[in-house]
């Protein structure tokens, strides 16, 4: 199937399907010399492996990574990486009855529309596990782009109607609480409220935030490849969001150009911003200011309730689902986002690098 890869220079293809026996990816354009060990790869999986908590689905996997080419004696030898996941986890009997209908709110129907057929594993490649391979990569460029200064934080900003509070923002709470929400507070309101909506066999959906710090001014394209766009169809590949924010997002279209624009002025010597409605980029290009950027998850469409929906012989059926699903996928999504939003920035400074002949008289000037 086409449409594994992204990025220009720093590319990766994912590849495996849910109850397949591993999935994977291989990360090229990768500089040779960043140092590289599995310990890194595997502090971004645990984040968003299942059976951690009680809000997501009781299916245990280790999600071990490990290594196949791309790094010698700890470091990146700039060839292509190669990382491989196994499945340990697999019960595809709990998905045989599938085989002949269409899940409300999969991509069953639309597999078989395209392909003529499809794995019913679990949903097979549209499955969320496929995120293994963009959380690996991920952490890679995470760790690239913090060698430049460049630090990104995801976190959940909203759970159903429960919303996080500015003022009760702890970086910690994101890997302690069970939501990956920074206020302990709402956490805890935010698990009740998931308790509810278990306890009447639904889902929920929300928000995931993310915001880059240390972006320096300049990165991203002009035209088609803005950076806001880049970071939008990276986010938007992600098979549970449904929509993406730069900055005030939707909110400008509310706003006034008196209120919308960010004064600059001089601060330390430097241009800045008093505001950043932008969210950090202007004209598709960093303007030196924090990127902050947000995710809207859907529901999870496993739900435990009765659904309507059809079969492959075309009669129209009542269906309850079976198997082991996650009442909510944004705290285990928290990472994916971060992942997609560093490859996809790292990917455009790599491209960068031509946009001025100085750049190149560094490299290779004499």
Same mark, same amino acid.
């Given at each position: 199937?086409?449409? #594994? ?13 849910? =109850? ?166 709402? $956490? ?11 306890? $009447?066999?639904?889902?929920?959906? *929300? ?50 150009? $008196? ?26 290009? #960093?303007? *030196? ?6 995710? =809207?998850?859907?529901?999870?469409? #496993?739900?435990? $309730? ?18 082991? =699903? ?12 971060? #992942? ?20 190149? =008289? ?5």
């Amino acid at each position: 199937m086409a449409g #594994s890869s992204y990025g220009k220079l720093f590319q990766i293809t994912t590849w495996g399907e849910s =109850h397949g026996k591993a999935l994977g990816v291989v990360i090229d354009g990768c500089p040779a010399g960043l140092p590289l060990s599995e310990d890194d790869i595997q502090a971004f999986l645990d984040r968003r492996k299942p059976g951690r908590t009680k809000i997501s689905t009781p299916r245990k996997e280790d999600d071990k990574a490990e290594i196949l080419s791309g790094v010698f004696e700890g470091r990146t030898t700039g060839t292509p990486i190669s990382l491989i996941v196994a499945n340990m986890s697999q019960r595809s009997t709990d998905y045989g009855e599938i085989a002949n209908y269409y899940r409300p709110g999969h991509a069953d129907y639309t597999f078989d529309q395209k392909y003529g057929f499809r794995d019913y594993r679990g949903g097979g490649r549209s499955s969320g596990r496929e995120t293994i391979g963009r959380v690996a990569a991920g952490a890679i460029a995470s760790k690239l782009l913090s060698t430049f200064g460049i630090r990104l934080t995801a976190y959940t900003r909203s759970i159903g109607p429960i919303t996080i509070e500015e003022k009760n923002f702890d970086v910690q709470a994101i890997l302690d609480t069970p939501t990956c929400m920074p206020d302990r507070e709402a $956490s805890k309101k935010a698990e009740a409220y998931l308790a509810d909506c278990m306890k $009447s066999f639904d889902s929920a959906g *929300g928000i995931i935030e993310c915001k880059i710090e240390g972006c320096p001014a300049g990165i991203g394209e002009p035209v088609f490849d803005k950076l806001d766009a880049e970071l939008s169809k990276a986010i938007m590949s992600i098979g549970a969001v449904k929509a993406v924010e730069i900055g005030d997002g939707i909110r400008t279209s509310l706003h006034r150009g $008196s209120e919308n624009n960010d004064a600059f002025r001089m601060q330390n010597g430097r241009v800045t911003k008093a505001t950043n409605h932008a969210g950090g980029i202007l004209g598709g290009i #960093s303007d *030196g200011s924090a990127i902050l950027l947000r995710a =809207h998850v859907k529901p999870t469409p #496993s739900i435990f $309730s009765k659904q309507q929906t059809v079969n492959n012989q075309g009669e129209d059926i009542e269906i309850a689902i079976k198997g082991r =699903h996650d009442p909510v996928i944004v705290p285990r999504a928290v990472v994916v986002v971060e #992942s997609m939003a560093a490859i996809a920035l790292l990917d455009a400074m790599l491209v960068n690098m031509g946009a001025r002949i100085e750049n190149l =008289h560094k490299i290779y000037g004499k």
